[in-house]
């Protein structure tokens, strides 16, 4: 029973891999596409457990409410996405202008909705539980829908930001239940009693070995390491540029305490795969505690899985619990360590300025770089 299983968690995995490969070639939207579907699958299997916990009870409007307060902070989040990454094409549609200009106060709008009607709904034998399942509603978004929008932030600064946090989680997984499976004798915590010190430390080192190697071989192509751009007058997304000097091969010096042992004295590398050990240090070290988190829920409403999606793997936040902790971590890597100004998104921004607003930055440019040198003073007649 043991091997059938293991060879239906095979088959699916490399399955659900080959499905992956194929979205990131048919290019970062679909990418973006699959995000969203499974931030609403993600949803909407945390929902049902609450639901079944307490249907019962007969809480009015639990689910419209709870499906429409995730309908309103989608909306907030991806109308933010379009504000700044889709400017120009905004700036050619009067009512998609009028409904960026507003945004926030719409937003804003449709929640407060949401929440007026969550009040009208209150009955007096069931007041505790309606706010126990207003509370399930609202963390159950800040675990999906805010991670995912992260996702696809990080996804906009390049695509190799996505597939090597992401596949560096999912390698983890694989080489860390393959450890365990064959090696495993020392358990390493109560709330998963399947894991065990060998798989933690096995797919600890198999991950940065992946993720060293993934971030080499990716950061090669354009393709993966350009930032996503919208460009509105092929109305498509495009990722050519020039790589910045992070995917640009450097020539580094070998430790001392290296040098005996590899018998180099230098090496090349892109920069990007020294912070590939980071990003792969955190899948592996910290990343796992998102599946301990979840193998605490699903243990405190006594169940084995979020629900049956895949066969041999549970659903889909069975298989998505640590990817939402990697992709804060991003994140934050990337406003932290590595972006700087954006001057594709600063140009977009000033594109749908006023003319005279426009023309005051202009000449305050124009004043700043002349007085830097890099302008020749104009003559004046």
């Not at 991806?78 to 009028?98: I, K, M, N, S």
């Not at 126990?132 to 929008?149: E, G, N």
């Not at 795969?273 to 910290?286: D, E, G, K, R, V």
């Not at 936040?317 to 600063?346: E, W």
């Amino acid at each position: 029973m043991l091997w059938k299983n293991w060879w239906i968690r095979g088959i699916l995995t490399l399955t659900m891999i080959s499905l992956f490969f194929l979205i990131i070639y048919m290019g970062s939207f679909m990418l973006m596409l699959l995000v969203l579907g499974i931030q609403v699958k993600c949803f909407h299997e945390i929902i049902t457990i609450g639901y079944r916990v307490y249907r019962s009870y007969e809480l009015p409007w639990f689910r419209t409410l709870s499906w429409y307060f995730l309908l309103c902070v989608n909306y907030f989040f991806y109308g933010e996405t379009v504000a700044d990454y889709f400017a120009t094409f905004v700036q050619r549609e009067e009512q998609l202008q009028f409904l960026i200009r507003y945004h926030r106060f719409i937003s804003f709008a449709l929640y407060l909705a949401g929440f007026c009607m969550f009040v009208l709904s209150l009955v007096k034998k069931h007041y505790r539980l309606q706010f126990y399942m207003f509370a399930w509603t609202h963390v159950t978004l800040l675990i999906t829908v805010t991670q995912s929008h992260l996702v696809i932030q990080n996804l906009f600064e390049g695509m190799i930001w996505f597939l090597v946090p992401i596949s560096s989680v999912i390698c983890n997984d694989i080489t860390a239940y393959l450890f365990g499976f064959f090696f495993g004798r020392t358990p390493l915590i109560k709330l998963s009693p399947k894991k065990t010190w060998e798989g933690f430390i096995g797919g600890f080192f198999s991950t940065v070995v992946f993720g060293f190697i993934a971030a080499y071989i990716l950061a090669k192509y354009q393709y993966f390491v350009c930032p996503i751009e919208y460009r509105s007058e092929i109305n498509s997304f495009v990722t050519e540029c020039e790589p910045s000097e992070l995917f640009q091969l450097q020539t580094y010096s070998v430790p001392p305490l290296l040098k005996g042992v590899l018998r180099w004295d230098t090496v090349s590398l892109y920069p990007f795969q020294i912070h590939s050990i980071a990003l792969s240090t955190f899948a592996s070290l910290i990343g796992p505690f998102g599946g301990f988190f979840a193998s605490g829920f699903k243990r405190a409403f006594k169940i084995k899985d979020f629900a049956n999606t895949i066969p041999g793997h549970g659903g889909i936040m069975d298989r998505f619990d640590c990817q939402y902790l990697m992709a804060t971590f991003v994140h934050v890597y990337i406003t932290s360590f590595i972006r700087g100004p954006n001057p594709s998104k600063v140009l977009q921004q000033l594109l749908v300025l006023q003319p005279e607003q426009q023309l005051n930055i202009y000449k305050t440019l124009k004043s700043h770089l002349t007085e830097k040198g890099l302008l020749q003073p104009s003559l004046k007649l």
